[in-house]
């Protein structure tokens, strides 16, 4: 299909009904969504994908998925509604503490080699980065770590950055407001000392800790907005999202945490996922906890 249509094709083929999407048109998203984001939905997400499509076809008042896209290509110059279809699309399954041996590498393994290599009078921060960061339990568990575990946090200036590409729980995270399965595999102290039980079931994060991340909308896939991340970070936590990228998109996403980490900085990615298969740029490094990956000094 292509891009040169006459846009007033747009406006007339909005319809109140929504039909079921067609395999041509399946196709045509599949493609348009992966040059947005780099993410690739295979066969076993159809009845996912297709349900949220519908999902907003009736939002919109479209009648047809090809209607839609040519919305998303001509119409939507601040990228609005492509920003609801990203938030409606993306998956955001987490809780708190999750895959907890990497926690427990950064404070017993990666931060003091991180400080340590530091020349004597740097003043500089601490920069962590979590991404895709959801509704926040990643990047407030790195703040509860380093608290509760780390004994030199007093010694050093730290910021968190938490990002992901969902606008939605982007807001839900920078709330701090969690239900009981969040918070399970918290400590009992834990909760005790950094959360407030608001209602059955519902819990808050502390103003203090909320107000300990800075949380900001980042697309993985977009080249230009990446570079202004250039040599920022200390440690990438970047866990559970290349699994649904493909092979190309994968190389483009860990060229950009290369580029985003200092000389001598870590990435640490999902149990099921190994930068060996994906690119030669890091060095592998075991520590007693976990395996992560390092950027060469020089």
């Known amino acids: 299909m292509s891009d040169f249509v006459d846009r007033t ?39 996912f994908v297709d349900r949220r499509l519908v999902e907003r076809l009736a939002a919109t008042g479209f009648g047809s998925l090809r209607a839609y896209l040519l919305h998303l290509r001509f119409e939507d110059a601040e990228g609005e509604e492509l920003q609801r279809l990203i938030n409606a699309m993306t998956v955001n399954e987490t809780y708190f503490y999750r895959e907890e041996y990497q926690f427990r590498c950064l404070v017993s393994s990666i931060l003091p080699e991180v400080v340590s290599a530091r020349a004597a009078a740097e003043k500089r921060p601490v920069r962590l980065w979590s991404l895709p960061c959801s509704t926040g339990e990643e990047p407030y568990s790195l703040a509860l770590q380093l608290l509760e575990n780390w004994r030199e946090v007093d010694r050093y200036d730290v910021e968190i ?29 834990i909760k005790a000392r950094h959360f407030t039980r608001i209602e059955q079931g519902r819990w808050q994060i502390s103003e203090d800790l909320r107000g300990s991340v800075d949380f900001v909308q980042v697309n993985l896939s977009d080249r230009a907005a990446m570079r202004r991340h250039q040599g920022a970070f200390d440690v990438i936590f970047c866990r559970n999202l290349l699994i649904y990228f493909d092979d190309a998109s994968r190389r ?5 945490l290369y580029d985003a980490l200092r000389p001598g900085g ?11 298969r994906i690119s030669s740029l890091f060095t592998v490094r075991k520590f007693p906890d976990a395996i992560v990956y390092q950027k060469p000094l020089a």
């Open 252 to 256: 483009q996403a860990v060229e950009a």
């Open 161 to 189: 950055v938490a990002s992901d590409i969902d606008t939605q729980v982007l807001r839900q995270a920078q709330a701090g407001l969690y239900d009981d399965r969040a918070v399970q595999y918290l400590p009992a102290t």
């Open 9 to 47: 094709q747009v406006a007339s083929t909005r319809q109140a009904a929504t039909p079921a999407i067609g395999e041509e048109e399946f196709l045509r998203f599949q493609d348009f969504f992966y040059r947005k984001t780099g993410i690739v939905f295979g066969a076993a997400k159809r009845y």
């Open 266 to 276: 870590f990435v640490c990615l999902g149990h099921s996922e190994s930068m060996s």
